[in-house]
């Protein structure tokens, strides 16, 4: 009886093992590695200027693209009084207008 007992148990460990490498596992997987390079590649595409104009492709840029901001020096936006941030630093973080 107790070598029924210990079979029993050492097939359900063996089935529940199993169950783990299912393949909704391996969907899952695919489907996060498939939005990590779908963001890759919307930072790559937006790591240019995204704009016309001086307050899209000054040294420093308003955060809010003001019309009429943007310097080759830092400061702030003569429009709305917010700092303005190194263009690179502004699109080096994949900088996006899209929603």
Known sequence: M?????LLTIC?????LGSC???????????????????????M?????????KEYT??????????GSGSDEPGKCPVCGMDYVAQADHIKDGHSHEN
């Open 2 to 6: 107790r070598k029924l007992f210990y």
């Open 12 to 16: 359900a460990m063996v089935w529940m």
């Open 58 to 67: 000054s040294a420093y840029v308003c955060p809010m693209h003001c019309e």
């Open 21 to 43: 490498g299912s393949n909704s596992g391996e969907s899952n997987s695919q489907e996060s590695m498939d939005q990590q390079e779908a963001a890759t590649d919307r930072a």
């Open 45 to 53: 595409d937006t790591t240019s200027v995204h704009g016309n104009g």
